[in-house]
């Protein structure tokens, strides 16, 4: 309990670094930010004025507390690009992005589960190999190249599954019918490689590890079957397992850009690309924003489940 | 890239007690690497890549730069276009070639910085302890509670795209897993009793450091930093895949990849090329890197 309550603490001070970090942004770039919504030609008080109003006039300190109050409540400013509030174009998003993350996550866990408790228990053998090697690939292939093949055979070649979008005829709406399950498949595809590779080598490490333990043998030696000393195994590794996977779920949350803008699938990823080129910085700064704050939630939060589920873990 | 760390690799190698003090320890991990042959296999593959980088001038059969408008987006296998041509009717093989001398100058470049500005923070804040340690490693945190690939994309961002940006950034996200490692060897390092016996023999803390701390971590952290060279190839070659690197028409396997992805339909075997040499040279590190931390772990 004491653990948790300090593991909470130390999350504001770090949570408050993040949102230090993202509200520089916008003063470490050569540009002038307000270059995008300033013409050419304005007149000194014109950009004084415009200064003003977007409150470039005060301290620097002062404009991040400023900042900081607002974006607590949600208003990141408005997008320069659409002139809509930037919480409005980044909630829809996320929302999209995160059934995408969510999705690849649940694939990614049982299948990486699977192999990496049997490349464990054929440690050494063929299997453990194949497994292995299917590991090494998952965290080495470039997701968003294997976006691109897996198109060119699913999609050019073979003609099963479309190429991009994520409804008929581009439509934003989600429905979990079969229509849109199929706009959903690839992409859930190309971003499981990375969570399926760390996630074997993580279990496969932890039952090895297990395996090593006086408790098996001395399980073995009671006359318990192969089955149910797999079942303690299992138990034993799991919050490790779970805690991977966790976090995978949140660099899937920040890093499927690429492969959200090879299919086109109109979530952060999408979002953050559209910022930088036309750049539209409250837009940027406000979904980094948002994603950086979920990922130390998620870690807060997989932080406390590990203690919780494995009371042996002690923290300093 | 905490994934990075709990990675415990399960090749060992059987070798009897009396053969590792014969050997001494170079000896022995020349010894255990020979007796791998995945990791020769792919450490002789990235061998020849880079040589393929080095030597294009010399290897290209083509301009990389001349664009041929009846050899656009020829098959692979076309006489004189082995690897087919591009949009532009450039030959592939050369634009190959030559964007492998960008794609691991880009993906290498802040590997070394990240090694040189995370080791020596790190190994500041293991050596110093107390407050140093505190507000060097506090704020290390802080870029560490990024999602990796959004902190990149971030930087380049605001900084605006562009190589020397796109090498920034990298080196900015990679800085910190590097200076966790260093800081806590370091700080085990620092509390041995050979430390103590220095400082009550009076060396200075300049030599403590060099022959007693430098020696005992250097190791770990290269181990360590070598897993990351994969990672930062995909992102850099990524975040050019997106636009934010070298401009048109430079050849690099990223943007290479990314203007080719229009042509998928006409001509999708050569468009996944520059791509499939991202992936080999990935997995090559990725082996590499794996096979040198068995080798050299003397635990096992």
């Known amino acids: 309990m004491d653990y948790i309550l300090r593991r909470i603490l130390y999350a504001i001070p770090i949570a408050l670094g993040v949102t230090v970090i993202v509200f520089s942004l916008v003063y470490m770039g050569p540009v002038d930010p307000l270059t995008a919504v300033t013409p050419d030609d304005a007149e000194p008080h014109v950009i004084e004025m415009i200064k003003k109003q977007y409150g470039f006039d005060k301290p620097i300190p ?4 400023i900042w900081l109050k607002r974006a607590l409540m949600g208003d990141f400013g408005v997008s320069l690009q659409s002139n809509r509030p930037v919480i409005e174009e980044v909630i829809p998003a996320l929302r999209k992005t995160m059934m995408l993350a969510m999705v690849a996550t649940g694939l990614a866990f049982s299948v990486a589960f699977v192999l990496g408790v049997l ?46 979008g994520m409804g008929p005829r581009g439509s934003g709406e989600w429905e979990w019918d079969l229509v849109h399950i199929r706009y959903l498949i690839l992409p859930v595809i190309a971003v499981s490689a990375i969570p399926v590779g760390i996630i074997t080598r993580t279990t496969r490490a932890c039952v090895l590890e297990m395996l090593s333990q006086e408790f098996v043998p001395a399980l073995h030696s009671k006359g318990i079957t192969s089955v149910r000393v797999l079942v303690h195994v299992v138990r034993n590794a799991a919050p490790t397992v779970l805690a991977a996977t966790g976090i995978q ?13 090879v299919f086109v699938w109109p979530g952060t990823g999408y979002l953050l690309n559209e910022s930088i080129f036309r750049r539209d910085f409250p837009v940027l700064q406000g979904t980094i924003a948002v994603l950086a704050i979920f990922f130390v939630l998620i870690n807060l939060i997989v932080d406390i489940v590990q203690t919780w589920l494995d009371p042996r873990i002690k923290r300093g | 890239m905490a994934e990075v760390e709990a990675l415990r690799p399960g090749a060992e190698a059987e070798v009897p007690i009396g053969a590792i003090v014969a050997r001494g320890y170079w000896g022995t991990v020349a010894y255990r690497l020979s007796q791998d042959p995945v990791t020769i296999a792919f450490g002789v593959v990235l061998i020849l890549i880079f040589l393929a980088a080095i030597f294009a001038p010399v290897l290209a059969p083509h301009d990389p730069y001349k664009t041929n408008m009846p050899m656009r987006l020829t098959a692979i296998g076309t006489p004189g276009f082995l690897l087919g041509g591009d949009e532009l009717g450039r030959d592939m093989l050369t634009r190959l070639l030559y964007g492998g001398r960008v794609s691991l100058f880009m993906g290498l470049t802040p590997v070394l910085l990240a090694l040189l500005i995370g080791g020596s923070l790190g190994v500041t804040a293991g050596f110093v302890g107390g407050k140093v340690n505190m507000g060097i490693m506090r704020v290390m945190d802080v870029f560490y509670a990024f999602p990796t690939v959004l902190l990149a994309i971030g930087l380049t ?96 396997w990223g943007l290479m990849l990314a203007t080719l992805r229009t042509t998928i339909w006409a001509n999708p075997y050569v468009a996944v090329l520059p791509g499939l040499m991202i992936f080999i040279t990935s997995m090559c590190f990725n082996l590499l890197s794996d096979g040198m931390r068995n080798a050299m772990d003397m635990r096992f």
Not at chain 2, 215 to 224: A, D, E, M, Q, T
């Open chain 2, 157 to 252: 961002g605001a900084l605006g795209t562009g190589s020397r940006n796109l090498l920034i950034a990298i080196t900015v996200i990679l800085s910190p897993p590097i200076a966790r490692v260093a800081e806590s060897v370091t700080t085990q390092v620092r509390a041995f009793d050979f430390v103590e016996a220095a400082r009550a023999s009076g060396a200075d803390t300049s030599t403590i450091i060099r022959v007693h701390v430098l020696s005992n971590v250097l190791g770990p952290i290269l181990i360590y930093t070598t897993s990351l060279v994969s990672v930062s190839i995909i992102i850099s070659a990524g975040l050019s895949f997106l636009g934010f690197g070298v401009t048109p028409p430079t050849a690099d």
């Open chain 1, 249 to 261: 779920f949140g660099h899937l949350l920040g890093g499927s850009i690429l492969v959200e803008t």
């Open chain 1, 62 to 65: 002062v404009q991040y507390l």
């Open chain 1, 119 to 164: 490349a464990a228990y054929h440690n050494g053998t063929w299997m453990d190999r194949i497994f292995t090697g299917t590991a090494v690939i998952g965290v080495s292939v470039p997701n968003y190249w294997l976006s691109i093949v897996l198109v060119v055979i699913f999609a050019v070649e073979l003609n099963w599954l479309p190429a991009v």
